[in-house]
């Protein structure tokens, strides 16, 4: 085992028995992650700023730019990119903290992914910029962009590959260290999010590097249009699970130290991340229930499979609830909600993820709406969609993201979160969920009303019902404006953790198991049965429908630069 | 594993409810009918216009079906043909469209018609229209820069 530089602060324990601090090096490299991830966070707030701006009616971007183009700046740099290097990042640093140091090799391919990343997000992102990939961060067929753009995506994708694998294999190297121990949670996690990640992805890498670059590149004249969409579904929807699993390590193994308390359950905790893995792929086609050319069975299956999550979902929220409740009652709270006051509601490292957890209950709920068959015509494609991510993953992923950055950041460059950064961070996220309330309350009542998604400011011939939509747009600019002045103060808040608070010991909290918890039965490790299982899974959902897209393709779509 | 008691409570109803869920999604699909657009017809999207029943778009009055109007729309970049549809209140319509160029959506806005529009597919969707109004009919995927001024007027009259 590595030998540590400081004093352990921290009482050992034999579940995370060991390193109390990301080594020297790794913090480098997590660093560099989230270096580009909040270039990226700025980048992309702008152009939400402008957005909102421009849906009011009263703002016009300046003369090179487009709506479209700055729309698809906003979707690519926080949906693909921000999110991306955010959670590599996360994962490094919670494997080296809880399974130790990464051997140089591992350290090394989380280099070379770190770089193949930034160097596909320079190249995509340059090509948007010149108005060569104004193709939203979904890029439909057979809307095509410049073959820079495709590319740049494709050595996104591939170096996350290879940026995962040096934290998964120092996770296999403590397994093998420790043999029939379970191993250190946050770490496990981390590994099923990359397992989960590498198969969803597939999907897209296959659409981006097989079927777009070469159609791009003028190699092939025509491409599939429902393949490539079908493709992309298949990985968009596990995508959504890529963000929250990192916010559900933060919620499991870290929030209950932050409150003093102890993990509720450590085989609960495994197996709804199991859960997740096996039904957030086999059901990308929830997305495209209005589509053509996928039969109505073929849709229901993956419906079912859709809202299995409500178990895991439901099993990480009570033991959220237990987590908090115990803890309360451990500082002798009574009553039956008494221990709600016993919360640390002044440390900013708490209640942003709580106000994201918050954000989550409306926002799953609007998931089951959208994911509901017959109900999903309602809202499909409508603004509403748009709201209801604002909440799930700009609210309680990015939320979480953000409270674990106070402590993260720190950690990392050796310095201190101060008592005056914690006010800070609290205003933070009381901006943060005063601007979500207008500006997704604001969507999702616009969208219940007609008002398509993706689209500039219109008055659509003056349509009687278009003029009952501009009001909700206007609280959309209000909600959005406190967004973005919630991403500066962030930002603030980092630079300030990164270069100028004063030199100390930063804690990375990771809770202990309670001591009544009971054991973890050992098959929730053994990845091969559940890859097998998964695997069936997605045979199940996707073999007819593919099947039957190529079977029945029509003539392929030549390319359209329609901006 | 064990499960706390109040814990098994709690996933014994969220399973229930899961289950009388999905039965009635299922029932008012398999049963009833009720399918969300899911029409697997293709067709030649750079023929559109020579392709009935695209080669003459607008409201088609039909016999001997299960419905009494045809709707035919063709959407391309960036509007709807016909730009405006007149059918009577109380009809079973169906709705006939297909794009010539990218994806396009069509959204009876305030409804539940909507549905993609994509090269090489018919997608078709059957509704009765019991309501006399003015319905602005809108293009809900990004098409191009002229993406929000895409839209059609669908005219219910008694
Ligand atoms: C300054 C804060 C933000 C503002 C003002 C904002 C505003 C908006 C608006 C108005 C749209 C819809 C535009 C349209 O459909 O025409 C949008 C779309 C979107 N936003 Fe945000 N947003 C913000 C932050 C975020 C964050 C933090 C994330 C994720 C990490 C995010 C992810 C997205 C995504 C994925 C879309 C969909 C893009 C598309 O449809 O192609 N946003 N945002
Ligand atoms: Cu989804
Ligand atoms: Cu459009």
Redesign the pocket.
Known sequence: MKKQKQKPTESFSAKTAGVLKVDNKDAHLVLAHMYVAFIALLL??TA??L??LV?SGYFELPAPLGYYQI?TI??VL??LV??TFFILGFQTAAVSRTSGALSDTQRILGWIGFWLMTIGTIMATIMILLNEASV???FYAPLKAHWIFYLGLALLIIGSWVDLMGHCLRWEQWRKENPRKTTPLISFMAVCNSLLWVVATLGVAIEVVFLLLPWSFGLVERVDVLLTRTLFWYFGHALVYFWLLPAYMVWYCVIPKIIGGKIFSDGLARLSFIMFILFSIPVGIHHQLTDPGIDSPSKYIQVVLTMMVVIPSMITAFSMFATFEMRGRELGATGLFGWLKKLPWGDARFLAPFVGMVAFVPGGAGGIINASFQMNQVVHNT?WV?GH??LT??TTA?LTFFGASYWLIPHLTGRIFTPSLNRLGIIQTICWAVGMLF?AIGMHFEGLLGAP???AFSNYGGAEIAETWASYQIA?AIG?TF??IG?IIFLYICVSLWWFTPKGEQEFPIAELAPQAEKTPPILENFKVWIVILAALILIAYTFPIYNIIENSPIGSKGFKLW | MHLHKYEKYWLIFGGASLIVFLLITGIMAFHYGSHPPSSIKTINYEKVDEIAPFNNPGVHRVSGKDWDYEVVLVASAFYYNPAELHVPKGSKVKFIITSKDVIHGFEVAGTNVNMMAEPGYISEYTTTVDKAGDYLIVCNEYCGVGHAQMHSMLKVVD
């Open positions: 992309g707030a939400g700023l957005q909102v849906r729309l906003h979707g926080l949906a921000f999110t939203l961060y979904t603004i748009t991510f604002h993953l700009a990015v500006l998604r993706r689209s959309q959005g967004l973005f991403i």
